[in-house]
């Protein structure tokens, strides 16, 4: 039978229950036929059997913000690239970023994604659709008809909605169509021509801030909005401390509130700019230690749901400017989760934790079988060695782009084997 396997000798985490303890997982056909808590069954005639050697299974990671090039910048990123290096990092399902050339704000586009990402894919990826015509923030677009095509979610990716009346009649439709809001807040005349964080190093540096309030006023619009209509709405990537605080006290009166946060601003501060390397020009900025580790909080007491990768490659051309004027974005895939269980390793916070914020809970906001160790659930799962340790190379990468935030970065954790639908699509070589 297809992929009928058991992984034994195993440290099975399913963020879905809380467990966290030795068992194994016995796959067939695509899906999780029984997951054993305790000893292995013994295998029927005919069963592969894989030892994990004591490494941890986990459901595979669901990574909810990811750019491509794909379709019309293929030399930055293509849905297959984007796949490999997904696979590599342990991210079994992505959301895919509307910000492509065109921009995907029509049915036919969604479609294409749908049936280019079958065709050439390892990894599942699910298309998000535009909230407005060409992310422009002007009018909406076909709410119905993307959804009917097979879009799990809206967002204008890193552009963020101006009018207040617009985003209304967004959160309206949505609501109406039970499908959730991603928006990045940012109020366009509060960052101006601000490049990073604002503060004295933003001084120092003779560069241009962007304040904490561009990021908390139309959070707290949205907020409202999002209390106004009942939309399932999620704040796409905090970054700072006042940013948690109206989140938490928003999920005290309205539970279809939720919030992300980037692995850089889990893991980075504007100190890593350093001597204006673009590579750590992004949006959100790089805030201070102090927000950094807001952030880390906001995580571990829940108020932070998800945590993803913000996977945004660009092409030298771009990243090799004066910081001013390169281009934002960095990318992710690859490091996600090992840069990750830095926490994990500093006791910050618990594996279970960490692991619901990229499994279980983007699962829920997309709808999706995924992210638990479960009978009946898709066999999307990776094994981690939590001690492996590894140096990060631009040349070893799997992404067309190499614009990474955590070049020659010294990391512990890696994914040795990932499975999609029970078929091995990665394995790390010895």
């Known amino acids: 039978m297809k992929n009928d396997l058991i992984i034994k000798n195993a440290r099975l985490v399913d963020p879905a229950t809380d467990k966290d303890q030795q068992g194994a997982v016995w796959i067939k056909n695509g899906k999780i036929k029984d997951v054993h808590w305790g000893n292995a069954p013994e295998a029927p005639e ?47 399902s992505f959301l895919l970023m509307p910000d492509t ?37 002007k ?20 552009s963020s909605i101006q009018s207040t009346s617009m985003l209304k009649n ?22 101006g021509d601000g490049v990073m964080n604002a503060g ?65 601003n889990l893991c980075l501060n504007e100190n890593d700019i350093g001597s204006y390397r673009s ?6 900025p790089l805030r201070s230690e102090d927000e950094r580790m ?34 934002d974005g960095a990318i992710g895939l690859e490091t996600f989760l090992a840069a990750s269980l830095r926490l994990v390793h500093e006791e910050q916070i618990s594996l279970v934790r960490l692991l619901a914020t990229m499994t279980i809970n983007p699962a829920k906001l997309l709808g999706l079988e995924a992210g638990r160790l479960a009978k009946g659930a898709p066999a999307d799962l990776i094994e981690i060695d939590l001690n492996y340790p590894w140096v990060v190379a631009e040349k070893d990468l799997k992404s067309k782009s190499q614009n990474t935030t955590f070049e020659h970065a010294r ?8 499975w999609v639908n029970g078929d091995t699509v990665f394995r790390q070589s010895a």
């Open 139 to 158: 009018d909406l677009t076909e709410f119905g008809l993307l959804k009917a095509a097979g879009a799990r979610a809206f967002t204008d990716g890193n």
């Open 200 to 264: 004295i190093l933003a001084t120092g540096l003779g560069l241009k801030g962007i304040p904490h309030e561009a990021e908390t006023i139309p959070l707290a619009r949205d907020l409202q909005l999002a209390d106004m209509t009942g939309v399932r709405y999620h704040a796409a990537q905090i970054s700072c401390a006042k940013s948690a605080e109206l989140v938490q006290q928003a999920k005290q009166r309205n539970d279809q509130v939720s919030a992300g946060l980037s692995i850089n």
């Open 279 to 284: 590579y750590f020009k992004l949006n959100p």
């Open 46 to 92: 005919g069963t592969q059997t894989y030892d994990a050697e004591g490494h941890v299974i986990a459901p595979g990671l669901i990574d909810t913000r990811v750019s491509t090039g794909e379709p019309g910048h293929e030399y930055r990123e293509t849905l297959e690239s984007a796949s490999n290096a997904a696979a590599a990092g342990g991210v079994t």
């Open 294 to 327: 807001a952030m880390v909080e906001a995580l571990r007491d829940g108020t932070i749901d998800i945590l993803h990768s913000a996977h945004d490659p660009q092409d030298t051309e771009g990243k090799r400017r004066p910081f001013a004027e390169a281009t």
């Open 101 to 137: 050339t065109p921009v995907i704000d029509d049915g036919a586009l969604v479609d294409y994604v749908v049936r280019r990402a079958s065709a050439t894919s390892k990894v599942k990826i699910w298309p998000s659709a535009a909230i407005s015509k060409g992310l422009e923030g």
């Open 170 to 191: 967004a959160f309206t439709y949505a609501k109406n169509f039970d499908m959730p809001i991603l928006h990045h807040v940012g109020d366009s005349e509060l960052i």
């Open 411 to 418: 990391l512990f954790g890696k994914v040795m084997t990932t």
